[in-house]
């Protein structure tokens, strides 16, 4: 008896990375061409930002303690709106089936849904960083290299988990309630140290201040990313 | 009542070691009969069950390259599951399946070997048919994937509409467009799901021919249809299913078949079932 597939001269092996690269172009051409997420997510990220700016008192809360918090609150916010859609799509004609009818791995399928969600993530973050700078007249100065690799950093873990909790989600008809609720805990790990590590930098206080945050950060980043890599192809068992 | 069925089925009996995509297969020599071809697909009492039912029962079933099995049934008779199940989608709850002897859920590379069709298009709708195809040649790992693109398009009749966002789409056309996404990578196991659902006359033609010649080529196909004229005129195998197992299996090609028979026999069947 055979004990492997007949092989196939004109087809390549499965590539990791070549793969996740390949879903992640698909989906981000996808959401480039409809531009459904990534309005509603700009549109809630610079609407939050407005309305924290007329609600704060700068008399009674300096702008570098304020921010931090408000900054993480809107990436968290409207990174779920793109994850929402991140596997509604797939979902819409059971184009998830095709995937996984495919050779691309479990793995790499979990990699290129990351890796779109956070380029997703990161082009919000892009408008709202800047917007909460302005509004809050932040003087970030030579910091903005730290505070965009703290932001990365957070993202990527952010991403991880709540792709995770978006695949567990699609299945159900209540997705749109469920990814919060299931995602949000998860984040507080991640959100916590990055916001911390963010208000050091913005308070214009010595990087080695920021370092014990950011060693935590990084810790979850890998716990996090690795697990749910991990856990990802058992959620797509029916 | 006599059927257009596939007379003397012939399929290769060792095949080379490149399998081209469905729009360069040619109609292979001929003399070697479907059931003289090696053993494509072998289950051995498979079940799937979802909680306390059993969605596919006890099934077991052996398809030699070249096979075309129709499976007929009432709706909830097991037979997408049981596709699901050969496709490598579903995990089996007892009994085996194997693919070219790699038992299911299969390695990548033996996913690559087969090919999906269902209703759902399976396709992004703000892509073009062309994204959609290529990315799902690429998916499968297919080298020359824009060529094998242009010709499985061709193939299908849908050329003309490459550019065109899959949303602007009619029913019938996204169809086809479904099928050649499916077929791009020369699958060695098409499973078909209701796949004749929204065809036109063309594309109905041009997707049996596509199928047919598949088949020459030594594919095995496993095809889900409540038509029976349809699934007959392709099928080596007709199986009726209830309550997830196979009830009747039968041997379109054999001399003395009768449709009139087989669908007064389905119809008593599906019945029994129901009442």
Known sequence: MNTTAPATASHRPPAFFADAIRLARKDLLIEFRTRSAFLAATVFAVLAVVIFRFTWDPTAIPAFDLAPGVLWVIFTFSGLLGLNRSFGLEQAERAYDGLLASQMSRESIFAGKVLANLVFVAGVQALTLPAVALFFDLQVGSAWGVLIGIVLCASLGLAAVGTLFAAIAANTRLAELLLPMMTLPFFVPLVIPAAQTSAVILRGQPLDDALPWFKLLLAFDLVFVTACLAVFPFTIEE | ?275
Not at chain 2, 228 to 251: H, K, N, P, Q, W
């Open chain 2, 1 to 275: 009542m006599p059927i257009p069925h596939e007379t003397g089925a012939t399929a290769v009996a060792g095949h080379p070691s490149g399998y081209p995509p469905v729009a360069t297969l040619g109609v292979l020599p001929t003399g070697v009969t479907v059931e003289a071809a090696p053993v494509a697909v072998r289950a051995e009492g498979l079940v799937r069950a979802f909680g306390g039912r059993r969605a596919v029962n006890e099934v077991s079933l052996s398809l030699h390259e070249g096979d075309c099995l129709a499976l007929f049934g009432p709706n909830g008779a097991g037979k997408t599951t049981l596709l699901r199940l050969l496709g490598g989608l579903l995990k089996a709850t007892r009994g085996t399946a194997q693919l070219h002897g790699v038992p299911l859920p299969g390695p990548a590379e033996t996913r690559r070997l087969v090919g999906l069709i269902s209703h759902n298009s399976m396709l992004y709708p703000a892509l073009t048919v062309r994204e959609n195809v290529r990315f799902a040649a690429e998916c499968q790992g297919v080298l020359e994937a824009d060529q094998a693109t242009t010709q499985v398009l061709g193939r299908l009749r849908v050329l003309d509409r490459e550019q065109t966002p899959v949303r602007f789409l009619s029913r019938g056309l996204q169809q086809r467009v479904s099928i050649a996404r499916a077929l791009v990578h020369g699958p060695r196991l098409v499973l078909l799901d209701e796949p004749y659902t929204g065809l036109d006359e063309v594309g109905a033609l041009a997707f049996t021919d596509a199928l047919r010649e598949l088949k020459a080529g030594g594919a095995t196909l496993v095809l889900v249809t409540h038509n029976l004229v349809e699934g007959l005129s392709l099928a080596t195998r007709a199986v009726i299913m209830r309550d997830g197992a196979f009830v009747y299996d039968e041997r379109p090609s054999a001399v003395g078949f009768d449709l009139a028979a087989f669908q007064a026999r389905y119809r008593s069947l599906v019945h029994e079932g129901i009442a």
